[in-house]
């Protein structure tokens, strides 16, 4: 099956920096999602994005299908961004799922 | 409001019993799954169905069962022949196939 690595496993910040997540996939995808899981386990939908650039508030992702990967950048970091993020690839009908960055954004 | 609810949010099973978790929507989305989550890892399928009486293995099927009787439920029987069934369960929906998925609130099962 596809495999999904996201890098880097761990993130620690200070309040106010940015950050980038980053999500390898070994093959073309027809979709790509990352989700936001909280410290209470719910899985909230950031993006969409199977190709190019899109932006919610502090929050924006770039994925570059052909070369498969997707990026995931915070600015201006909250402690509300803490949790983990996961990438998730479809191929086939399915969700495939990376291990997740976990973000710990400290006051 | 529209959206997914499992139930419950808390199970304990044990040594040889069947449990069922409950997931329904009211989004009149087509397509429905369920997701097994263990500590420290990403999610993994266990079952989707694209729609109503058609269900498909995911990559982690044994041991469980499903149904998909009709469109906004899609409830999960964990099997006695499941060996290690404590994880979080997520059941998670989308309009279609190949739509974007939205997920319920899980289902933490553990044995006594």
């Known amino acids: 099956g596809i495999q999904v690595e996201q890098s880097p496993p761990d993130l620690i910040l200070q309040e106010g920096a940015n950050s980038t997540l980053r999500c390898n996939f070994s093959d073309s995808v027809n979709n790509l999602q990352w989700f936001h899981q909280n410290p209470w386990g719910q899985l909230i939908n950031l993006f969409y994005i199977p190709s190019g650039t899109k932006q919610n508030g502090r929050l924006s992702a770039t994925t570059v299908a052909t070369e498969r990967y997707s990026l995931l950048y915070i600015s201006s970091s909250q402690t509300t961004d803490s949790g983990v993020y996961f990438c998730a690839v479809e191929n086939d009908y399915k969700l495939s799922f990376g291990a997740g960055t976990t973000v710990t954004v400290r006051a | 409001d529209g959206g997914i609810t499992q139930s419950p949010k808390y199970l304990f099973r044990k040594e040889g019993q069947n449990v069922t978790l409950s997931c329904e929507q009211n989004?009149?989305?087509?397509?429905m799954y369920w997701y097994r989550q263990d500590p420290g890892q990403g999610l993994r399928l266990i079952y989707y169905s694209q729609i109503v009486n058609d269900f498909q293995k995911g990559d982690i099927a044994e041991g469980y069962s499903v149904s998909r009787e009709k469109k906004e439920s899609f409830p999960l029987t964990v099997t006695s022949a499941q060996k290690n069934p404590t994880a979080f369960y997520l059941c998670a929906s989308s309009a279609q196939i190949n739509q974007p998925q939205h997920f319920g609130d899980g289902t933490r099962l553990s044995i006594l």
């Open positions: 989004l009149n989305h087509d397509a």
